[in-house]
């Protein structure tokens, strides 16, 4: 959690809080991408992308 902190500190006082928004959706999908690795929903959210 340390690394959020500090990267959203960074986009912060250089003026590139629009970079937000981005890199919050990539954790999202790469959050659900790796929770369904081995479940039995993967095939169909393989399917989304």
Do not use: Q
């Not at 500090?6 to 937000?20: D, G, M, S």
């Not at 479940?39 to 992308?49: C, E, G, H, M």
């Amino acid at each position: 959690m340390e690394f959020l902190k500090e990267l959203f500190i960074f986009l912060k006082e250089r003026k590139k809080l629009w970079l937000a928004p981005i890199i919050i959706v990539m954790l999202i999908l790469g959050g659900l991408l790796i929770l369904a690795h081995g479940s039995v929903l993967a095939p169909f959210i393989y399917t989304i992308f």
